[in-house]
């Protein structure tokens, strides 16, 4: 199948045409809700997910990354109801991770300030790869610790070596907004770009150099940019002409 190409379509027609089983990791943020009106198209979601199902590889990924709308003060679940119809069409709910901005310019003035968003993380069976990222733990060097304790009752107490690293949680925290999100201006000609850090985690954490990795609804591009980027093989699409067009801007950055 091809690969390394951006792709003005849509991506249910486009996945019609694709190979079953052939993607290793998709990680895309659906329109949600209406929220933006992307030039008034709209997604048809069930047929998003099964498209899904279809190209993903058995042990392959699909990072959804998605809101809820508040309207008239009530949350939409828009979230949630989707993440159940991943499951019923036969992915497993691998992690429900959150994705926490930093800067969050959105106040509510009878709720907590929203500053997240889920990163839904579906396996289609048992995960292929997981290449944790890694962080300093607090505590390093030797410290005596308890062993098991005996039938006397004493719980003896040996020098052991700390572990001078852990793997992350799974709430991962980004700057949005220029120089944070990225520092390609011309992307943020795009409403909702998604944090490059966000799409290059995810790619380190569930694929390997040459794997291919999918975004039906690409926007500016920032998973295809973020797989180039890393030696990884990438697909791209969506259905705005203008947004692939960003998309093929940024793509073109990375290949000079
Ligand atoms: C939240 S944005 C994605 C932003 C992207 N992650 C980025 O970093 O720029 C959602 C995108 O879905 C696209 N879209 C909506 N319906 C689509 C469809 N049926 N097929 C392909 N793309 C679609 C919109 O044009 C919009 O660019």
Same mark, same amino acid.
């Given at each position: 199948?091809?690969?390394?190409?951006?792709?003005?379509?849509?991506?249910?027609?486009?996945?019609?045409?694709?190979?079953?089983?052939?993607?290793?990791?998709?990680?895309?943020?659906?329109?949600?809700?209406?929220?933006?009106?992307?030039?008034?198209?709209?997604?048809?979601?069930?047929?998003?997910?099964?498209?899904?199902?279809?190209?993903?590889?058995?042990?392959?990924?699909?990072?959804?990354?998605?809101?809820?709308?508040?309207?008239?003060?009530?949350?939409?679940?828009?979230?949630?109801?989707?993440?159940?119809?991943?499951?019923?069409?036969?992915?497993?709910?691998?992690?429900?991770?959150?994705?926490?901005?930093?800067?969050?310019?959105?106040?509510?003035?009878?709720?907590?300030?929203?500053?997240?968003?889920?990163?839904?993380?579906?396996?289609?069976?048992?995960?292929?790869?997981?290449?944790?990222?890694?962080?300093?733990?607090?505590?390093?060097?030797?410290?005596?610790?308890? +062993?098991? =304790?005996?039938?006397?009752?004493? &719980?003896? @107490?040996? !020098? #052991?070596?700390?572990? $001078? %690293?852990?793997?992350?949680?799974?709430?991962?925290?980004?700057?949005?907004?220029?120089?944070?999100?990225?520092?390609?201006?011309?992307?943020?000609?795009?409403?909702?770009?998604?944090?490059?850090?966000?799409?290059?985690?995810?790619?380190?954490?569930?694929?390997?150099?040459?794997?291919?990795?999918?975004?039906?609804?690409?926007?500016?591009?920032? +998973?295809? =940019?973020?797989?180039?980027?890393? &030696?990884? @093989?990438? !697909? #791209?699409?969506?259905? $705005? %002409?203008?947004?692939?067009?960003?998309?093929?801007?940024?793509?073109?950055?990375?290949?000079?």
């Amino acid at each position: 199948m091809e690969f390394n190409y951006l792709v003005n379509q849509n991506c249910v027609e486009l996945m019609n045409s694709m190979d079953e089983n052939s993607i290793d990791l998709t990680i895309t943020s659906p329109p949600y809700d209406q929220l933006r009106n992307y030039e008034g198209y709209d997604f048809d979601f069930k047929s998003v997910a099964d498209g899904l199902y279809k190209v993903t590889k058995q042990g392959g990924i699909v990072v959804w990354v998605v809101g809820d709308r508040i309207k008239n003060g009530n949350k939409s679940l828009t979230s949630f109801k989707q993440a159940i119809y991943f499951q019923e069409i036969g992915f497993n709910v691998h992690d429900v991770m959150i994705y926490r901005k930093k800067n969050t310019p959105f106040m509510r003035s009878n709720a907590y300030t929203n500053c997240y968003e889920f990163m839904h993380v579906f396996s289609k069976g048992k995960p292929n790869t997981y290449n944790p990222i890694m962080i300093d733990t607090v505590r390093q060097g030797f410290e005596k610790m308890p +062993t098991n =304790k005996g039938p006397d009752g004493v &719980n003896n @107490k040996v !020098i #052991g070596k700390l572990n $001078s %690293k852990k793997a992350r949680t799974n709430i991962w925290e980004y700057a949005v907004g220029m120089h944070g999100t990225t520092s390609d201006k011309i992307a943020f000609e795009h409403p909702a770009v998604m944090p490059e850090k966000l799409a290059e985690d995810h790619i380190l954490s569930w694929t390997n150099e040459g794997d291919l990795v999918f975004d039906p609804m690409c926007g500016s591009g920032t +998973t295809c =940019k973020m797989a180039l980027k890393n &030696n990884r @093989k990438y !697909i #791209g699409c969506d259905i $705005s %002409k203008e947004y692939i067009e960003i998309a093929r801007k940024r793509i073109d950055l990375v290949s000079k």
